[in-house]
């Protein structure tokens, strides 16, 4: 099923049109960013909105069809940051010098994240 322009307005405007895992903004970046389904669609995850989030391809590419990733400290496999039942700043924090997005907690935004 193919997500229909008004739920990709609704995830777009509800995301205030910014990757929900790493922030970036999709009015700059070059591309039109992606509807995430949190929950894979291989998963049995649905098309509703509360199953989908707005991502850069980055991000997205990253996730691919994973629900989980590796904590880098414990080396546990822990869940991947749900954006509709979490909050970023619980769990992430900028650098000082806002180049990178450092874990504060088990949970991480994407699998490729070390
Ligand atoms: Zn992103």
Request: proline share 4%.
């Amino acid at each position: 099923m193919t997500i229909n322009d008004a739920t990709r307005k609704l995830v777009q405007s509800r995301a205030k049109y910014l990757c929900e895992y790493c922030h970036s903004s999709e009015e700059a970046s070059a591309a039109q960013f992606e509807i995430d389904h949190i929950i894979p669609r291989s998963f049995k995850g649905s098309d509703a909105p509360e199953n989908l989030a707005l991502a850069c391809q980055r991000c997205n590419s990253y996730r691919y069809n994973f629900t989980t990733g590796m904590d880098s400290v414990t080396q546990e496999t822990v869940p991947l940051f749900n954006p509709r039942q979490q909050s970023w700043s619980e769990h992430f924090i900028w650098t000082t010098d806002r180049l990178k997005i450092v874990g504060v907690t088990a949970i991480v935004a994407q699998r490729a994240i070390a």
